[in-house]
């Protein structure tokens, strides 16, 4: 008779996921998961499979999440919403930030030359630029910023403004710092 799983499953993933935001993918040891996760090592296989399928999953889940955050903060729309995204990422407590992002981490230790992570990756941007696309729209209309605004660039320009922000961060750029990052780029918008 086989053994019940005597542990959450979304609990461990998270648990796994601190490790892997932490020390990225190669820096993380089998070792460091079993403890992080507090089960064992076949327990680990039979979950999730091998180290590659248990990262892949819980990046999927840290940009599902982070995406989410984002994703509240632009309700609403219009310039407003760029600004309280780009504010609460600003105010994201300093253990976080001392971690970066794990999205830009993985970028950063697998560059472009990753389908599954380049999938994720695309995956989360295009449902995040989606909605800041969105936003700017309506600021344009709204009078926000000016009308003759090329979206796609203003876009890309939020998404870097936001990446360089995480790697601020990481870099241990102060919570002031960050704020100024992301008022500035709202007043860069607003022409």
Do not use: H
Not at 13 to 29: C, D, H, I, M, P
Not at 68 to 74: A, F, S
Not at 123 to 130: D, H, I, P, V, Y
Not at 143 to 159: H, L, R
Request: hydrophobic fraction near 45%; charge should be negative; charged fraction near 25%.
């Amino acid at each position: 008779m086989a053994r019940q799983k005597e542990f959450d499953r979304i609990d461990t993933l998270n648990r796994a996921l601190e490790v892997f935001w932490q020390k990225g993918y190669a820096g993380t040891s089998t070792s460091d998961l079993l403890e992080a996760m507090q089960i064992g090592r076949q327990s680990m296989y039979d979950t999730f499979g091998d180290k590659r399928s248990l990262y892949l999953e819980a990046l999927q889940q840290y940009n599902q999440a982070s995406v989410n955050d984002l994703l509240r903060q632009l309700q609403g729309g219009g310039l407003d919403a760029i600004e309280r995204m780009l504010q609460a990422f600003a105010s994201r407590p300093k253990r976080d930030n001392a971690k970066g992002c794990m999205g830009v981490n993985a970028i950063c230790e697998f560059g472009t030359d990753d389908d599954e992570v380049n999938a994720l990756r695309d995956a989360s941007g295009k449902q995040l630029n989606q909605a800041v696309e969105a936003a700017l729209r309506e600021a344009a209309v709204g009078g926000q910023i000016a009308a003759d605004t090329d979206i796609p660039q203003a876009v890309a320009f939020v998404a870097a403004t936001l990446s360089g922000m995480k790697v601020s961060a990481k870099a241990g750029a102060s919570i002031a710092t960050l704020r100024a990052i992301a008022s500035f780029a709202v007043q860069a918008l607003r022409g």
